[in-house]
């Protein structure tokens, strides 16, 4: 049921590209994504809803394919702030109870 | 601050203790989600409540673990006994509703078991 991120950990130098996929074996009304820096909270990126959408703002975005079950997270032109563990919540109920992945470890340097 | 409180920051147990942790959604956010997260692992839901309302505590122990949000005042998540396996990150998110809307996470519990 808990959602496969792939890869489990990356290391750019300041300026590349990465994609973080999120797939899950049921189906999904939702796909929330989240930036956790060491010791601190998770932070809301974006929520992807049931329909196949991408979203996006600055350099960070996201799709959606609900046929798949599948879910990728852009991050173009990274920064060193970018660094962190990336985690999807699937929805697989639409009630908000999130199943998160394991985690992507981004690590950026200069 | 209209954000996500929650309190302690930190919390130190000795085996068989009880403990109680705070969690005050944002303004206007009536939905409240725990999640407990391990020394460098992934978050795990535990309970989604609801002013008054359990709506979903399936990822709480049986035993030990309750929760509960009061018409007035914080959602409290309440461990007893405590034993050293408990010593985790305990977040709680709030959101504006169920289903697909954002859940936004307060700075988190971390609570330690000696």
């Known amino acids: 049921q808990q959602p496969v991120q792939s890869p489990q950990a990356v290391i750019l130098r300041e300026g590349e590209d990465a994609v973080i996929n999120c797939s899950s074996s049921k189906a999904l009304y939702s796909v929330h994504w989240y930036r956790q820096k060491h010791g601190e909270a998770p932070v809301f990126l974006m929520i992807?809803?049931?329909?196949?959408e991408q979203k996006g703002h600055d350099k960070i975005s996201a799709s959606f394919n609900e046929k798949k079950q599948q879910s990728s997270l852009y991050l173009t032109a990274s920064q060193l702030s970018y660094s962190g563990t990336y985690f999807c919540g699937t929805d697989p109920s639409n009630t908000g109870k999130l199943i998160f992945g394991q985690g992507t470890t981004l690590q950026v340097k200069p | 601050n209209a954000g996500v409180m929650q309190n302690p920051r930190h919390l130190v147990r000795r085996r068989g203790q009880e403990a109680r942790l705070r969690c005050s959604p944002m303004?206007?956010?009536?939905?409240v989600y725990w999640y407990r997260q391990l020394p460098e692992e992934g978050l795990k839901f535990m309970v989604y409540?609801?002013?008054?309302?359990?709506?979903?505590e399936s990822g709480m122990p049986k035993e030990r673990f309750s929760a509960e949000f009061p018409k007035e005042g914080p959602s409290i998540l309440r461990i007893q006994q405590v034993v050293r396996g408990d010593s985790a990150a305990y977040f709680c998110?709030?959101?504006?509703?169920?289903?697909?809307?954002?859940?936004?996470f307060g700075p988190g519990t971390r609570l330690t078991v000696t």
């Open positions: 409540l609801q002013k008054e309302n359990i709506i979903d």
């Open positions: 992807l809803l049931k329909g196949g």
């Open positions: 998110a709030s959101s504006l509703g169920t289903g697909p809307n954002e859940q936004y």
């Open positions: 303004k206007g956010h009536s939905h």
